[in-house]
């Protein structure tokens, strides 16, 4: 197994994420403990020591299963981390009765690692709150009384809202968790957030390095490609590579559904192999070519901006329909995005004038994806 250091920590290169385990009869709610205690032993047993849970999986039975399991082993064996909800900003106020429950569903004296859920820009301002109740402030008395041993944040929000955290909180976050794959590299700008976190000396944990199983096939000419420069490798391990081999992560996280992909992932992090340039840049050459067929080819130029008499942020715009088009269950992600605009800001505001299209050199027909980004938003509720 490849390890890894944060703060002092030795950590697995590979963490078991706990949003997907197995369920029986396809009820969320209903985690299999008997194969999840299975994955758990395995993943143990193979230098796994990272465990990654939180309030809201499995409808509030992540953490309580997961740690069940774990407690089976030598406190010592496992690192678990888990997560405060601040992606609804009303547990905000219940913070201190979130964080009680948590260590009595874990049965934890302690949380080797815990996070702020998801700082993007709807909660931000409540993440900063620097008063004596803030979460932060609460959190780090947590950690002075031993309840907390690393403290970090994960992140879906632009760069300019982690940045905004970590200008407040910096010197307190050891770590960030952010999405990390080769069609997010700069569908979701991660690599100017590695570029920033890296310069930073901030530890990072890869979470999503399949997006949710998309990266787990690829066509035969896409693995045909492939295997000209490493052949036979599975399009899993790719993803898995991928991952690994970015400069900073020092955890990627695998969120496994059943046994025979706890061995799958896990052994491919049991020795060092990174990725070339080339084969990174091949990787993300398949995810570019992908998204040029699903998604609207706003480069980001923004020409268009002085154009707009509505003051839109027109390529934020199209950036957050790319997001709602490109996967069936992170349509939350933009619409949360969406939610944190004022009126003015929202697609409703584009008056169809076409100034923005007269000047683009990709010639986007703006105003039509803004109109059906709303017909599909009204139809989502
Ligand atoms: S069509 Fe809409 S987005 Fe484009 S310039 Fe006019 S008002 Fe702005
Ligand atoms: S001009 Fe076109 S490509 Fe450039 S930011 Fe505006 S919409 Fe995107």
Known sequence: MIYRDINGTRLSAIGMGCMRLPVVGGCDGFIDEEQVRQMVDYALSHGVNYFDTAWGYHAGRSETVVSSCLRRHPRDRYCLATKFPGYNVDNFARKEAIFTEQLERTGVDHFDFYLLHNVIELNI?????????????????????????????????????????????GGHMEFCQIQLNYQDWRFQRADRKVAWLVEQGVPIIAMEPLRGGRLAAFTAQEQARLDALRPGVSPVEWGYRYAQSTPGVAVTLSGMSDLAQCRQNIAVFQAEDPLTAEERRVLEGIAEARLADSVVPCTGCRYCLDQCPSELDIPYLIALYNEFMSRDDEKWLSMLKLDALSEEELPAMCLGCRSCTNVCPQGIDVAGVLDDFIDRLSKTG
């Open 125 to 169: 301002e409540h993440y900063l709150d620097m008063g004596r109740d803030g979460l932060v402030p609460y959190l780090l008395r947590q950690k002075e009384l031993g309840r907390i041993d690393h403290l970090g944040f994960s992140c879906h929000g632009e760069l300019e809202t982690l940045i905004r955290l970590m200008n407040v909180w």
